[in-house]
């Protein structure tokens, strides 16, 4: 196989529970050179409440979260946000290299099998954006790894998160609302939120917040860098 990142060869060992059909094989899509220019984030070493990488328990973005909206943060992640990371994005969402939707394919689906939630929904692309694009990269990157359930509908805002300061995202007005009023779903299902990319918190909060309207309450979210 071949990396999708870099187009080296990637060796994907098989073991006698895979070869026997007893352990499920999920291929590898990303060699050993790319991933040693990753960053796993510890969530022993960072706050406990959105994997950032800070000495203190809890850094001052869920702080402020917790007294504005009062919102206690249930965030996971995966990779510290470094150059790598800004490439493969820049590859995969602007230059709409869809391929690149599969390269952490195995590290998602390992994710999504040791953590168990009633309910999977993930961030939508506008249709703005959707349109532009021709496809929603997250929705793209996690729906081999997770059972998605569509909940969330996105209004197109003034231009993309990526391309505003902190000061701007943090500002950006509620563009999300929750269609599942009509779905048969408990209220008190236990919800994951998806998303790429989490950086001051206010798309997964504005996010939550949709679901929390309707009746949510037990709600975590997930991103693969944050």
């Known amino acids: 196989m071949k990396c999708l990142s870099c187009g080296n060869s ?94 952490f394919s195995k590290d998602l689906y390992q994710w999504s099998r040791s953590n168990k939630f009633d309910l999977i929904t993930y961030i939508p692309a506008s249709n703005g954006h959707l349109q532009a694009r021709g496809f929603d990269p997250v929705w793209e990157m996690y729906r081999q790894a997770f059972d ?9 805002a003034d231009k993309p998160q990526a391309q505003k300061n902190r000061y701007e995202r943090l500002q950006t007005p509620q563009t999300f609302y929750c269609h599942s009023n009509n779905l048969d779903i408990s209220r008190n299902s236990s919800v994951l939120i998806l998303d790429d ?13 949709a679901l929390e309207i309707v009746g949510f309450n037990n709600i975590c979210t997930f991103s693969l860098s944050r």
């Open 10 to 103: 990637v060796i994907n060992d098989f073991d006698l529970k895979v070869l026997f059909g007893f352990k499920e094989f999920i291929p590898d899509n990303i060699c050993q050179f790319c991933r040693q220019q990753l960053n796993w984030l510890d969530p022993d070493n960072g706050c406990i409440r959105c994997y950032k990488q800070i000495n203190e328990n809890i850094c001052d973005d869920c702080l402020m979260w917790e007294k504005k909206y009062n919102i206690i943060n249930c965030h996971k992640s995966l990779f510290e946000y470094n150059q790598f990371i800004h490439s493969y994005f820049k590859n995969y969402k602007r230059y709409g290299d869809i391929l690149l939707a599969e390269l």
């Open 148 to 156: 998605l359930t569509s909940m969330l509908t996105k209004v197109d």
């Open 197 to 209: 990319v989490y950086t001051t918190g206010r798309t997964m909060t504005h996010a939550r917040q």
